[in-house]
């Protein structure tokens, strides 16, 4: 089976833009989770998608929103894009969820200047 | 809400000898506990799960860990370290009967010395 993809691999924006980042899950996968993971904060969840419903919210801002599509999928757009932003953005997948573990992309980096 | 500490931010050990990377995690009732395995700019690599049963757990790359329930950790083990071992290890834990999110430690940065 082929891995979790996620698309761009690198971003540079500017503040104030916004951006769009890309998760094709695993084959047969319907949970589909969002973090991001800065040197400071670690790993922080963003929200899980579910069979194209939002399952859980993590803490963070109105700016940062998702959705998933019919066939898995998964995007995140990040709006007016701070400083801050910067990161890697990690996408992970798994069957359902509970006690399945998550498999991972390779990540988004977005820089933001 | 859950969450997961790991106390120390770098262990350090010489190739050939036991390591141990700490975990402890807080959750209402019984949990999902994972373990996780970064390289450099790479994603996470699932190592093992503890989901119900035997409180040993083996996984992948000669890991294991030991789920203690009374003490409410999850200690990620192997008996000889390499110098391939070296990397970013994270703890995770769910709660069970519970659609909350995995809540991530910190991580620990291993570093395993010729």
């Known amino acids: 089976k082929a891995g979790v993809t996620q698309t761009p691999r690198y971003l540079i924006k500017t503040r104030g833009q916004q951006v769009t980042l890309s998760c094709s899950p695993i084959s047969g996968h319907r949970s589909v989770s969002w973090y991001q993971q800065t040197p400071g904060q670690g790993l922080q969840f963003l929200f899980e998608?579910?069979?194209?419903?939002?399952?859980n919210k993590g803490n963070f801002p109105g700016r940062f929103s998702g959705r998933q599509f019919s066939n898995s999928r998964s995007e995140m757009n990040v709006s007016t894009l701070e400083l801050g932003d910067s990161a890697l953005y990690l996408c992970?997948?798994?069957?359902?969820?509970?006690?399945?573990?998550?498999?991972f992309g390779p990540g988004t980096r977005l820089t933001v200047l | 809400a859950q969450s997961v500490a790991q106390p120390e931010d770098q262990v350090n050990v010489a190739e050939g000898n036991p390591l141990t990377v700490k975990c402890t995690y807080s959750v209402s009732g019984n949990p999902y506990l994972f373990w996780y395995v970064q390289y450099p700019n790479r994603g996470l690599q699932f190592l093992l799960k503890y989901i119900t049963g035997d409180n040993l757990v083996k996984g992948s790359y000669g890991f294991e860990a030991e789920f203690n329930k009374s003490q409410t950790s999850f200690h990620l083990k192997k008996p000889s370290a390499l110098v391939s071992d070296s990397a970013l290890y994270f703890c995770?834990?769910?709660?069970?009967?519970?659609?909350?999110?995995?809540?991530f430690g910190a991580g620990t940065r291993l570093t395993v010395k010729p």
């Open positions: 992970a997948s798994s069957a359902t969820s509970g006690n399945n573990e998550q498999f």
């Open positions: 998608y579910f069979s194209e419903t939002q399952r």
């Open positions: 995770a834990v769910r709660a069970m009967y519970n659609n909350n999110d995995m809540r």
